[in-house]
């Protein structure tokens, strides 16, 4: 359609230029939600179709040698045993190892070479913190309350101090309303984060959790950016036990999210948790798909529950918080997953991340295998950390 705006041997106001930008806009609204009606009607029909042929696909059934083990472990544990929590926290004290070498043994050899507290105490310990990837200003907050509490608490020995820094850490770490909102069906949760973060492993984990927990889990490959992804993606849904909806690789990601919305609406499935790529040809492209995305989900199951949970890799340090400051620009982040905490000295970084995002890291990845992501409990985690209850 031609724009009218154009008049020639005029110059065009700023208003006639904007009110021209906005036509084109508008068209291409428009244009976007023919495509998807279309899209909507093939799909549905293929859907139909596919119903008619398999009417309930339950679990994909398991296959490869690895995956087998897998499920023979799990038939070996039942979830409720208490020795089954035990090995958690063993899992989660043995991925913190390296960082437990690296802060806790510093902070108590500093308290066994001080007999009593004073100044110099604190100034040590203020010493650990800060270069322990806690970063300055987390370390200067927790050694003022750290003084404070002394004060108030009339603590006079160096064993007494370890218990309040850790209490201190546990408190400075506390987010209200850490668990995930997925209340409505189904609810959707949409992992998202740079390349290489972690984000396909810590959705199939996440997928194995959820499913525990009884709910009926849908995974969509929306990361068509490179085939592997998608079969590393299904891989991991074959372990876990959950549907993959997937289209091939170069696909919209946005179409493969509308797809499984469809399904989930239709078999009633409780979550839906969306893979996306970690890197286009653009990083202005990849904000732009990830924007569409959400407003597809946003179009399609308005009132829905969403947790956009952000992926980052606890080895990278301070790049952490500058990708979730430019992820935070295509929406809103509702929690964070730090993996990788077992391959680094850097786990002070939980801390750091507390104190400069103002966003709970929800879960923790501490290990390559199905059980080793974990919901972030900050006692939990600072016992491992000092290998020590409170
Ligand atoms: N040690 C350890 N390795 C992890 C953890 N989480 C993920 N990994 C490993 O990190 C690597 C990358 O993980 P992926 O899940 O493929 O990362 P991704 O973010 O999906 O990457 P792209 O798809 O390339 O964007 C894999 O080798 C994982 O096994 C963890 O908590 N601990
Ligand atoms: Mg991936």
Redo the contacts with the bound molecule.
């Keep these: 359609m031609a724009i009218k705006w154009f008049n020639w041997g005029k110059k065009k106001t700023e208003a006639e230029k904007e009110a021209a930008q906005n036509e084109i806009l508008e068209q291409n609204i428009e244009q976007e939600s023919e495509d998807f009606a279309t899209y909507f009607e093939q799909a549905q029909e293929e859907l139909a179709k596919k119903e008619a042929e398999e009417p309930e696909v339950e679990e994909i059934p398991l296959s490869n040698e690895e995956i087998e083990t897998f499920s023979e472990e799990q038939a070996e544990e039942p979830e409720e045993k208490p020795e089954k929590k035990q090995n958690l926290f063993e899992r989660l004290k043995s991925?913190l190892k390296k960082t437990r070498d690296s802060i806790t043994t510093k902070i108590d050899q500093i308290l066994t070479s001080f007999g009593k507290v004073d100044e110099e105490l604190f100034e040590e310990l203020e010493e650990v913190l800060i270069t322990s990837d806690i970063g300055i200003n987390a370390s200067l907050n927790i050694i003022s309350e750290l003084r404070e509490k002394v004060k108030r608490e009339k603590i006079t020995e160096a064993s007494q101090v370890r218990k309040a820094l850790m209490e201190i850490i546990a408190d400075s770490l506390t987010f209200e309303n850490v668990g995930l909102k997925l209340d409505t069906r189904p609810s959707v949760i949409v992992v998202i984060?740079?390349?290489?973060?972690?984000?396909?492993?810590?959705?199939?984990?996440l997928a194995h959790m959820l499913k525990k927990q009884g709910k009926k889990v849908t995974v969509a490959a929306a990361?068509t950016?490179?085939a592997a992804?998608i079969d590393?993606?299904e891989i991991w849904t074959k372990r876990a036990g959950v549907e993959i909806i997937k289209h091939s690789e170069g696909a919209d990601p946005s179409a493969v999210i509308f797809d499984a919305i469809q399904h989930c609406k239709s078999k009633g499935t409780d979550v839906l948790i969306c893979?996306t790529?970690?890197?286009l040809h653009t990083k202005k492209n990849l904000m732009e798909e990830l924007k569409k995305v959400f407003r597809v989900i946003q179009r399609e199951l308005p009132g829905a529950d969403i947790e956009t949970l952000l992926?980052l890799?606890?080895t990278t340090g301070q790049n952490a918080v500058q990708q979730a400051k430019t992820f935070s620009e295509v929406s809103q982040l509702t929690g964070l997953i730090l993996?990788?905490?077992?391959?680094t000295a850097k786990g002070g970084i939980v801390v750091s991340i507390k104190s400069e995002l103002n966003v709970p890291v929800k879960f923790?990845?501490?290990?390559?295998q199905m059980e080793?992501?974990q919901p972030f409990n900050p006692e939990k985690f600072v016992e491992a950390l000092f290998g020590t209850e409170m």
């Design positions: 991925g984060g740079v390349n290489g973060v972690g984000k396909t492993t810590s959705i199939g984990k990361d950016f490179r992804a590393q993606l893979d790529a970690g890197r992926v890799d606890a993996t990788k905490l077992d391959g923790i990845g501490v290990g390559e080793d992501l």
